[in-house]
């Protein structure tokens, strides 16, 4: 069994923080915990408004506070995100989300992530970063 608490977990490098400065992620479980998915504890920093296109990834995000919307590029559709809401990007897509108050957000990856991933230039998480030592 593997047991994790997230107040621990944000005192360690699992915990990343965007080099834009759109969000930070702290990564309770990942590739090498064995399990074929991982799972973050995202916060997306209000006024947040980027791009991205997990290319290599699927994601489902559960809003769990704040305000924002997601914007699928490939169609113009705006999807607002309150708490309760689940999105699933379960076509690669193409997305902008914005945060117009802070959001504090459950996400699962399938492939997992390693651990220290942050967007390439095309918004997607790189398939071979480097693994976390926790």
Known sequence: ????????????????????????????????????????????????????????????????????????LDDGKKYPITPGTLYILDKHDRHILRAFKEMKMACVFNPPLNGKEVHNAEGAYELNADSVEA
């Open 1 to 72: 069994m593997i047991v994790r608490q997230l107040q621990q977990a944000e005192q360690t490098n699992r915990r990343i923080v965007s080099p834009d400065g759109n969000w930070e992620s702290t990564r309770m479980l990942l590739k090498d915990d064995s399990m074929g998915f991982s799972f973050h504890i995202t916060t997306i920093y209000a006024g947040a408004d980027f791009h991205m296109h997990y290319q290599n990834h699927l994601e489902s995000v559960y809003c769990m506070s704040g305000e924002g919307e997601v914007e699928t």
